[in-house]
């Protein structure tokens, strides 16, 4: 199976390829869909959520899967806790 990965994402395989002395291993992403290929094992990737940066640092267990998976770009909902009826007031 091919796994399709974005033009974002070849530039910056390239980039480790080219110059493989220098330790710049801090890389920002704007696409969500793409997938995390291996050579990108010990690095730090910035994903964009829609008004801010969050920062992933990418182990072997994170490759092959989409970007967009550690990313949660909708606020939790949290449900109000109601107040219980006591029962020991209503007897039969």
């Known amino acids: 199976m091919k796994k399709k990965f974005s033009k ?3 530039k ?3 980039f480790l390829k080219l110059n493989t ?3 710049y291993k801090n890389f920002i992403f704007f696409n969500k869909s793409s997938t995390i290929p291996q050579c990108f094992i010990k690095s730090i990737l910035r994903i964009y959520k829609g008004n801010l940066f969050k920062s992933l640092t990418i182990d072997k267990f994170n490759t092959h899967l989409k970007l967009g998976l550690f990313v949660f770009t909708r606020k939790p909902h949290t449900f109000i806790n109601k107040k219980k009826k006591n029962s020991n007031l209503i007897k039969r």
């Open 12 to 14: 910056k395989i390239l």
């Open 8 to 10: 974002s994402i070849l």
């Open 21 to 23: 002395s220098s330790n």
